[in-house]
């Protein structure tokens, strides 16, 4: 987004209006310790979502994603002798926003800590975090323009579907919001 465009956003955020909020029927599933969450199993292999973008002065737009996803093993390059290889996930998506052009991205997680991550996403600026919480996914990165990006996955009972509720802020303000479900297979 243009400064100008941000100049002309920023009085629209003092108004309570101005402000995207989540649909209510993003959140479908409650917070639970089981199905863990873990995105090496989630994501490996074929998986579509399929949601409405919100955004700001905008009408909402479909946006569908076709991922598909693998583990690469990265060899450790310390010097130590028995310091395991990392595993690494590897997500390449094919994203298609309402009639623009479908774009490719791909992520890169890796597991610093039991149910802690940290990797990279082609549209992100800086490292990717993320938490695992039971069946709760949380992803945090930067975008281009100091867009702070907060993703919340909810893993269903069956594991095989996910709730993701993406919400961009900027300047602390609610710009947009992605409710999507998942599917593996």
């Avoid at 917070?31 to 199993?41: L, Q, T």
């Avoid at 409405?52 to 569908?64: E, N, Q």
């Avoid at 994203?95 to 990797?119: H, M, S």
Wanted: with cysteine; hydrophobic share 40%; glycine share 8%.
């Amino acid at each position: 987004m243009s400064r100008r465009a941000l100049a002309l956003l920023a009085p629209l955020a003092l108004l309570p209006g101005a402000c995207v909020s989540t649909p209510e029927a993003a959140a479908p599933i409650a917070r639970a310790e089981a199905p863990r969450f873990d995105p090496f199993v989630f994501f490996l292999g074929a998986s579509r979502g399929e949601g409405t973008l919100d955004k700001v002065l905008s009408d909402p737009v479909t946006v569908r994603v076709e991922s598909r996803g693998r583990i690469e093993i990265e060899p450790h390059h310390e010097a130590s002798w028995d310091a395991a290889d990392t595993r690494v996930l590897v997500l390449d998506q094919t994203v298609t926003e309402g009639d623009k052009r479908p774009r490719k991205r791909q992520w890169r997680l890796i597991e610093i800590a039991p149910g802690y991550y940290e990797g990279s996403l082609t549209d992100a600026i800086g490292k990717v975090t993320g938490r695992s919480e039971g069946n709760r996914l949380v992803l945090e990165y930067r975008m281009k323009g100091g867009f702070q990006v907060r993703q919340e996955l909810t893993l269903w009972e069956d594991g095989r579907r996910a709730a993701n509720v993406l919400k961009v802020s900027h300047l602390g303000v609610t710009v947009a919001v992605l409710a999507e479900e998942i599917v593996r297979g």
